[in-house]
């Protein structure tokens, strides 16, 4: 299977602690995205990596959350101090670059924050 | 800024033809998409328009009308597996979507 994979696809976790999800997007693809979803919602973008250069963080992203992608290949996203607020699907996503482009979805992480 | 606005529920019987609309305001339009999301899963591409007119696809066809701010997605030939939410998605010429909320396809045997 060549599709974006996320791990782990489930998370519980008690509030105040630290968690960290992976993405592993398509090999070739040098574009990466980072969502947020909640129940009834459509997606919300979060930040976005071109190779390894975070190009734009997005106001929901606030100072409890970063992302990594330290070698344009697999990326990280760590969310310290969880609030219940948190609790989401967050969905990676991954292009092959340009303007306009079909953006590819791994299965997404389900955290609740308890 | 940004304006999406899709219908939020809809049902259809197996069979039928379903259109789902969405209208749009953004600034420096550049194309539009069309996402499939079954409960509890990723978006999945269903389609991705540029220029006016219909663009079909086996059973989905999509359509754009820039001039309007307006687009659907139409359904034949309704199945069961097709009940999942249809995201509206167009984009402003650079990397990240901005997502309506959906539209939720309930399809009734």
């Known amino acids: 299977d060549t599709g974006v994979s996320q791990n782990p696809r489930h998370k519980i976790t008690k509030r105040g602690q630290n968690v960290t999800f992976r993405c592993d997007p398509i090999s070739e693809h040098n574009r990466l995205y980072w969502y947020r979803q909640t129940l009834g919602q459509g997606p919300e973008f979060l930040t976005y990596f071109q190779n390894e250069a975070q190009l734009e963080k997005s106001r929901l992203l606030s100072d409890r959350f970063s992302a990594e992608r330290p070698k344009g290949s697999f990326s990280t996203l760590e969310i310290q101090r969880t609030e219940q607020g948190d609790s989401a699907m967050y969905l990676c996503?991954?292009?092959?670059?340009?303007?306009?482009?079909?953006?590819?979805f791994g299965p997404g992480t389900r955290l609740l924050v308890l | 800024g940004q304006n999406i606005d899709q219908p939020t529920e809809m049902t259809a019987t197996e069979g039928a033809i379903v259109q789902i609309n969405c209208t749009y305001q953004t600034s420096g339009f550049n194309g539009l998409f069309w996402y499939q999301q079954h409960a509890g899963e990723a978006p999945t591409f269903l389609s991705y328009n540029v220029l006016d007119g219909l663009e079909e696809k086996g059973r989905f066809s999509s359509f754009l009308s820039r001039s309007k701010g307006y687009s659907y997605l139409l359904l034949k030939e309704l199945q069961m597996k097709d009940s999942a939410s249809y995201l509206c998605a167009p984009t402003s010429g650079t990397y990240k979507y901005i997502f309506g909320t959906g539209t939720r396809l309930k399809v009734l045997a």
């Open positions: 996503a991954s292009s092959l670059g340009g303007s306009g482009e079909t953006q590819y």
